[in-house]
């Protein structure tokens, strides 16, 4: 599946639909929807994050997914490997009210990688990228402004800081 963007309650829930299930540490995610997320962050299975790794702390600077802005498209990396048991297995972009605006489910062999025009993303103010290891869990980075844009989408985006997003791309890295 790759990214799709669009603001229906129905093709979202069409999109939830197709998510297989998967088990986390003797746990089971289930369909990542609102509701799901809700009981994730409510104690059901913990979010991750960089001020919350819980027993993951040495796991931040490989499992949380950082955005940024590449030209005209928002990016989300996370700097982890690929192993055949151990890999990142979807990226999520939310809104601010936890609705899922893009999903992508990532192939056994494809890099944790997500790139979104930055004109599908106009309406929304502020997204949250989400990345879901299969042994780590899920884990919840730093929330990007989006850039409302009306007549040149490059114009902006120009000045912003992409240090994160930069090191984050040029790191991927062997450790898991």
Not at 7 to 21: E, N
Not at 117 to 122: C, F, M, N, R, Y
Not at 129 to 143: D, E, F, R, S
Request: glycine share 8%; hydrophobic share 35%; proline share 5%.
């Amino acid at each position: 599946i790759t990214h799709r963007v669009n603001s229906s309650k129905t093709m979202i829930a069409c999109m939830l639909a197709a998510i297989v299930t998967r088990l986390s540490m003797g746990n089971s995610l289930g369909i990542l929807n609102k509701e799901g997320l809700q009981k994730l962050e409510s104690g059901h299975q913990r979010v991750f994050s960089d001020s919350n790794p819980g027993e993951w702390r040495n796991k931040v600077g490989t499992h949380l997914p950082v955005a940024g802005f590449y030209e005209d498209t928002l990016e989300v990396v996370v700097p982890h490997g690929i192993k055949a048991d151990h890999m990142v297995t979807q990226i999520l972009l939310l809104d601010t009210d936890k609705n899922i605006v893009v999903n992508k489910v990532l192939g056994e062999d494809e890099d944790p990688y997500l790139g979104v025009p930055v004109s599908q993303l106009q309406g929304h103010k502020e997204l949250i990228p989400y990345a879901y290891c299969n042994i780590h869990g899920l884990w919840k980075g730093k929330p990007v402004k989006i850039p409302q844009m009306e007549i040149d989408p490059k114009a902006a985006i120009r000045g912003e800081d992409n240090t994160e997003l930069n090191t984050a791309k040029a790191g991927t890295h062997d450790e898991l």
